[in-house]
């Protein structure tokens, strides 16, 4: 039988990195207090009550939802990501909700033209979706961190990830601007994963978006800003994205999404408003994950880790100077799961990633176990 695996002639995508650690997972489990899951990002804790009471107010709704969103959806769009991340200059044209951002970027390209003879700039070290992003179109990915990896050739798109998955650096400033100047400069389209932008650990120097006044200058052409509630509200399981900046762009999504039928469902739409209305709700949040964050930080610097980069997001990037799955065999071995590093590219064989995505209890075991 012919495989049913559609990607463009030349393409083969790669396998889902989690289906390469089952058995290290197994063996965690087998741990007589249980495994410790800190290999991925997953909310763990409730979601806020307002939240959920904006979602069951608005269930009974039999119509169909706009792709564009309603009109309150909009507006607490704007408004809440130029009150959050000075996100100032955005229009209800310029924003547009999408069904969780990981979608949102397997399908950019390809929805913006972008396939055969194109090529996309992915992080060196990057979440494998950029990758997948670009061999689903057509086009070809390569790994840069820098604007004098990337070439003579223009690329077409270019994926930045601040703060980055896996690794929580931040991007500063000056770099923001360079990148953003160069872009702009050559007609590429810039999309900035800023997903984690909420959860930045340094007070003096908060991570920053593409779409931030100081960093673009106001201009917004050929940028797309990509950002999601799952993290900083626990909405993971609602999936609630966003798109926003160019409005042109933003506008052919919104034609080729209405075509595809890809519509935030209407409850979710009600629910994103009420989480984007509540500040309250995002800073403790914030506040859970920066307690868990300082007990592992600890212990793992205790157990004779070094922890990379980490200013900002989910995830601690730590490494003993080892093959990241001989780190991950040693984790196992006293029942905590984490990522292996080169789930990310080749430049991150040496680390793994431990997300702070632990219930309190959870969190206290693995510590007790890294003591």
Not at 68 to 77: F, H, M, Q, S
Request: charged share 20%; glycine share 10%; with cysteine.
């Amino acid at each position: 039988m012919a495989s049913l695996t559609r990607t463009p002639p030349g393409n083969t995508l790669p396998d889902f990195p989690w289906d390469t650690i089952a058995d290290v997972k197994n063996r965690a489990a087998q741990h007589p207090d249980g495994i410790v899951n800190l290999s991925v990002g997953t909310p763990v804790d409730d979601v806020a009550e307002p939240i959920r009471d904006a979602l069951s107010a608005a269930a009974a709704e039999p119509g169909y939802p706009q792709t564009t969103g309603t009109p309150e959806l909009n507006r607490a769009l704007v408004e809440g990501l130029a009150r959050r991340y000075n996100m100032t200059g955005l229009t209800p044209e310029c924003v547009l909700p999408v069904i969780g951002t990981k979608e949102a970027i397997a399908l950019l390209p390809m929805l913006l033209g972008v396939g055969a003879g194109h090529t996309v700039i992915i992080p060196e070290v990057a979440y494998p979706t950029y990758e997948v992003a670009a061999l689903m179109s057509g086009a070809r990915p390569q790994r840069a961190d820098s604007l004098t990896q990337i070439g003579p050739a223009t690329p077409t798109m270019m994926f930045i990830n601040s703060p980055s998955n896996p690794t929580g650096k931040v991007l500063c400033i000056e770099h923001l601007r360079k990148v953003v100047g160069w872009a702009q400069d050559r007609g590429v389209i810039l999309c900035s994963d800023e997903c984690y932008i909420g959860l930045g650990w340094d007070e003096e120097n908060p991570p920053l978006s593409i779409l931030d006044e100081r960093v673009c200058g106001g201009d917004h052409t050929g940028l797309i800003a990509i950002h999601s509630l799952s993290k900083s509200s626990n909405m993971a399981s609602y999936r609630a994205g966003v798109l926003a900046g160019d409005g042109e762009l933003i506008g052919q999504l919104l034609e080729v999404r209405k075509h595809c039928g890809l519509m935030m469902p209407g409850p979710i739409q009600a629910a994103t408003v009420a989480a984007l209305d509540d500040d309250a709700q995002e800073a403790a949040q914030k506040e859970r994950y920066r307690a868990r964050r300082d007990k592992l930080f600890a212990a793992l610097t205790g157990a004779g880790f070094t922890v990379d980069h980490s200013e900002a997001g989910l995830y601690l990037w730590a490494t003993r100077g080892e093959d990241c799955r001989t780190t991950l065999d040693w984790f196992a071995e006293r029942g905590i799961l984490v990522a292996p590093g080169d789930f990310y590219g080749p430049r991150g064989a040496r680390h793994v990633r431990m997300a702070l995505t632990g219930t309190d209890e959870r969190i206290d075991a693995a510590v007790a176990r890294l003591a």
